[in-house]
Nanobody
Framework: VQLQASGGGLVQPGESLRLSCAAS????????MSWYRQAPGKPREMVAR???????NYADSVKDRFTISMDNAKNTVYLQMNSLKPEDTAVYYC??????????WGQGTQVTVSS
């Protein structure tokens, strides 16, 4: 399974970005896709997750600002990020969980929120 993330960049506080992550390869048994982020000097944290049945969950810090969605036909997961804050600055990674046991990671995309 390969995950290709894109869409990061430099934005000002209050602006929006949309991240994309396309999955390819043997993705049978896909349970969930998620976005994680890691800021310098901090551990990686889960930002948002969409499970196979369509349910979603979010970190408290991004609720009501970020929306995760999945295009099953394209095997692509999106993260719409609105009202971005400087504390959202991090490298964002997409993750796929398959058969409840195998985790796959994308290469990471930098998001910088700064005035």
């Amino acid at each position: 399974v390969q995950l290709q993330a894109s869409g990061g960049g430099l934005v000002q506080p209050g602006e929006s970005l949309r991240l994309s992550c396309a999955a390819s390869g043997r993705i049978l048994g896909l349970n969930s896709m998620s976005w994680y982020r890691q800021a310098p000097g901090k551990p990686r944290e889960m930002v948002a997750r969409v499970i196979g049945g369509g349910g979603t969950n979010y970190a408290d810090s991004v609720k009501d600002r970020f929306t995760i969605s999945m295009d099953n036909a394209k095997n692509t997961v999106y993260l719409q990020m609105n009202s971005l804050k400087p504390e959202d600055t991090a490298v964002y990674y997409c993750n796929a969980l398959i058969n409840w046991s195998r985790n796959y990671w994308g290469q990471g995309t930098q998001v910088t929120v700064s005035s």
